[in-house]
């Protein structure tokens, strides 16, 4: 009888172990899912690709989780941490900016810190506002910048405090294009690029608790980069790829602003959509006039000039000038700004479709969700494409105003940024 007593109070204990095992797998599963932060431009890693599930390819007004009404125009994108987003605007031509903090899932604002400026000259489809803000889940690293003074900001992502202000050599453009590169974070430094052409440029990191200048190299550029870097790792290391007119796209170490490796002479052109990273080739494009010149493929390595030695590959048309390529799977989406999207073997460029997708131009860069492709074009109208080796349109819906924002997705919704309010789109 005991025996029999014993056997079943084994089974019942097993039993509730197995249980707690699933609760805790699901537990995990959960945060897993809610740790999905999009700290800065183009989400981790500044990939543009997200995880999540549910997320609709044709979708109206009524579909939108919230909407709030901005207080000026801004071409940043939103940031996610946990229940937090956060996205900066520009208000009175540049006199006034500002950042706020709302809540993810109902809209509401949390806090806003207003900041002063000034008016300067920018292009036409610029915006006093266009440097996207970066967040390690404590501080929100903002860049502000004119022709008089530029400057990185930290503030306490919980209440918007001012933590620190560092003021910066200005940004000067001599053909007057503002300002629109934006900080990256890497351990404890934020790393922001001045690649200006009027005078030294500069890229600097600051320790990202205390402003404090931890390095800084000048730069020499014969036109203003717009162009933010991204890290990657290779060979166990990390590396800072900055794509820019002298030094074509170029390998740094960001913890000491060394830098390892460049292909100068190759880009001719400015430098705006970011460099992206497959399998140890880093991409990066130059062009103007609203159009790409040329794309280089370059495999990460080397010292010094490696133009001879690591260049996989070129193209030198139909490329994108403004939006930032896709890397998904094996293949590489290029969105070009008339709307056409060409997927290639990121081994080769070798083309393997081809198809007009979009209306109008296009400013945003594309995202990943699913393996699905969203973007939209400068008047808000988003398309979504599969992401495959065959061409397949999925939808198209309009945002409802006019947008040059990326899109930021996490935790199972989409924000979108329009020239007016900020849009909330949840999975289902």
């Known amino acids: ?46 990939r543009g690709i997200s995880n999540d599930k549910g997320f609709p390819v044709k979708w109206t007004t009524k579909d939108y989780a919230w909407k709030v009404k901005l207080p000026g125009i801004g071409h940043s994108s939103p940031v996610v941490w946990g229940n937090t987003v956060l996205v900066t605007s520009s208000v009175r031509a540049g006199e006034r900016r500002v950042l706020q903090a709302f809540d993810a899932g109902t809209g509401k604002e949390q806090w806003a810190a207003k900041l002063g400026g000034n008016t300067h000259p920018k292009h036409a489809l610029n915006s006093y506002a266009s440097a996207t803000p970066a967040t390690d889940g404590k501080l929100v690293y903002v860049a502000w910048g004119d022709n008089d003074e530029y400057f990185l900001v930290a503030h306490d992502i919980k209440n918007g405090k001012e933590k620190w202000r560092t003021q910066l050599e200005p940004s000067l453009s001599k053909h007057g294009h503002g300002t629109g590169t934006s900080p990256v974070i890497f351990e404890d430094l934020v790393i922001l690029l001045n690649e200006h052409d009027t005078g030294p440029g500069y890229i600097v990191a600051l320790d990202k608790a205390t402003g404090k200048e931890r390095w800084k190299i000048a730069r020499k550029i014969e036109i203003m980069t717009f162009s933010t870097p991204i890290i990657i790792e290779h060979d166990g290391k990390p590396v800072l790829i900055n794509s820019c007119l002298d030094d074509g796209m170029m390998g740094m170490d960001p913890r000491t602003g060394k830098v390892l490796w460049t292909t100068p002479g190759n880009f001719d052109l400015r430098t705006v959509a970011m460099p992206v990273h497959w399998k140890g080739i880093v991409y990066g494009s130059c062009g103007g006039g609203g159009k790409g010149k040329l794309m280089l493929a370059v495999k990460v390595g080397g010292k010094g000039n490696v133009s001879q030695t690591h260049i996989a590959w070129k193209r030198q048309r139909s490329l994108p000038y403004v939006p930032t390529p896709i890397v998904y799977g094996d293949h590489i989406y290029l969105w070009l700004d008339n709307g056409i999207v060409i997927c290639a073997d990121p081994k080769t460029g070798e083309e393997i479709w081809n198809e007009r997708v979009g209306r109008g131009d296009f400013s945003t860069s594309p995202v990943c969700i699913d393996g699905k492709i969203y973007c939209s074009s400068r008047t808000g109208e988003f398309t979504v494409i599969k992401a495959r080796p065959k061409y397949e349109l999925l939808g198209t819906s309009q945002l409802g105003e006019k947008t040059h924002a990326t899109p930021a997705v996490s935790n199972g919704r989409m924000f979108l940024r329009g020239f007016e309010h900020l849009y909330c789109l949840q999975a289902k």
């Open 1 to 46: 009888m005991a025996v029999a007593q014993w056997a079943s109070q084994f089974r019942i204990l097993k039993r509730a172990l197995s249980m707690k095992k699933i609760s805790l797998y699901l537990l995990l599963a959960a945060l897993a899912v809610q740790a999905e932060n999009w700290p800065q431009l183009r989400g981790p890693g500044g």
